[in-house]
T-cell receptor
Framework: KAGVTQTPRYLIKTRGQQVTLSCSPI?????VSWYQQTPGQGLQFLFE???????NKGNFPGRFSGRQFSNSRSEMNVSTLELGDSALYLC???????????????FGPGTRLTVL | GENVEQHPSTLSVQEGDSAVIKCTYS??????FPWYKQELGKGPQLIID???NVGEKKDQRIAVTLNKTAKHFSLHITETQPEDSAVYFC??????????WGAGTKLIIKP
């Protein structure tokens, strides 16, 4: 079956702009999580959506937001972009039957965001 | 706060030799420890995981060991091959049931 897809793959924005990233999970997966990946920092958890509801949130400012649609596709939005927002943004989908993160997460290839 | 420390940040081994990556965690309640492999241009992919009720788990050339008393767990790759070159991440389950990730280890397999 098809894997997790993310669009766009690359994005260049300037400070102060906003951006929307999209993620389509594996068919049947209702949980979508978003991560920010920067060199040397590993993956930082942004938030998780399950059945259109935000179930968990990481320690990111309110400029970072997301939503999930009835078909489980998810979007994340970053407003008022800062230089430090430059990163690879990954989304992962899972069955999440247990409600925690012990179900395998399947990652997309990511969206590379560059803020100039 | 909760965190997972991973060492080394870069590991270079000769093809055919073994590689060991180590992680320590701060949350004693963590009971799930996955390892992910990220190849260039791709997202991370789960390669093996271990839960707190076992001390070791193997899958062909890879194995993970867990020492809950010392709060550390390790990934072992034997008979390394060129396709093992990638960035490896360890993670632990935090108190909010979300994964807390190590900073990653870049594994280089020298021919």
């Amino acid at each position: 079956k098809a894997g997790v897809t993310q669009t766009p793959r690359y994005l260049i924005k300037t400070r102060g702009q906003q951006v929307t990233l999209s993620c389509s999970p594996i068919s049947g997966h209702r949980s979508v999580s978003w991560y920010q990946q920067t060199p040397g920092q590993g993956l930082q958890f942004l938030f998780e959506y399950f059945s259109e509801t935000q179930r968990n949130k990481g320690n990111f400012p309110g400029r970072f937001s997301g939503r999930q649609f009835s078909n489980s596709r998810s979007e994340m939005n970053v407003s008022t972009l800062e230089l430090g927002d430059s990163a690879l943004y990954l989304c992962a989908s899972s069955l999440s039957l247990t409600g925690d993160s012990t179900d395998t997460q399947y990652f997309g290839p990511g969206t590379r965001l560059t803020v100039l | 706060g909760e965190n997972v420390e991973q060492h080394p940040s870069t590991l270079s081994v000769q093809e055919g030799d073994s590689a060991v990556i180590k992680c320590t965690y701060s949350d004693s309640a963590s009971n799930y420890f996955p390892w992910y492999k990220q190849e260039l241009g791709k997202g991370p992919q789960l390669i093996i995981d271990i839960r707190s009720n076992v001390g070791e788990k193997k899958d062909q050339r890879i194995a993970v060991t867990l020492n809950k008393t010392a709060k550390h767990f390790s990934l072992h790759i034997t008979e390394t091959q060129p396709e093992d070159s990638a960035v490896y991440f360890c993670a632990g389950l935090g108190s909010n049931y979300q994964l807390i990730w190590g900073a990653g280890t870049k594994l280089i397999i020298k021919p």
